[in-house]
């Protein structure tokens, strides 16, 4: 099997078979989408699911938001033959993994299931939420996906404080 890597802001689109993308998630969304008929499956990576009203967003750096990510994965997947009304969704990630981050992972997990929602694509498979990490496997021949989890919570932990200099010692400053 070949595999695929895909990373925040990225996505892939596979029409052929022995094909595996992958990703790792924590906050960030990866949706997997599938047309049964035409055998053609693609991943997206996510960042957030939309900018704010007053953040401009460069080309670049737009696929790092869901908004695009979903409809350039969509395009990509029609270029090779998909039709939108056949589309499968499974959806993963948005975990809300340190706390000290606020709910940026359940903003990212609503905007995934609002926008399958709005744009009426089916969600076959759903593992967003929680606390934890995800590694994401899709098999996008047969639209097939596995999810596991990879890590505990994070725990914030406490930075201890520098060394204190040897009694008599000099700190030299330079």
Known sequence: MRRVSIVQ??????AEPHVI???????????????????????NHFLLG????DHKVSGSDMARYGVHAMELLINSMMAKGASRSRLQAHLY??????SGLGSIGASNAAF???????ESISIAHCDLGGTLA???EFLPHEGKSRCTKV???????????????APGGELELF
């Not at 802001?9 to 596979?14: L, S």
């Not at 995934?112 to 709005?118: G, K, L, P, Q, W």
């Open 9 to 14: 802001g990225e996505n892939a689109v596979i």
């Open 21 to 43: 993308i992958s990703t790792l998630l924590g906050s960030c969304v990866a949706a997997c989408l599938y047309d049964p008929v035409a055998k053609v499956g693609g991943m």
């Open 50 to 53: 939309e900018p704010g009203a």
């Open 93 to 98: 990630g948005g975990a809300n993994i340190i």
């Open 112 to 118: 995934a299931r609002r926008f399958m929602e709005t």
């Open 134 to 136: 995800r590694k994401v």
């Open 151 to 165: 890590a505990e919570r994070v725990q914030e932990r406490p930075v201890a404080p520098p060394p204190m200099p």
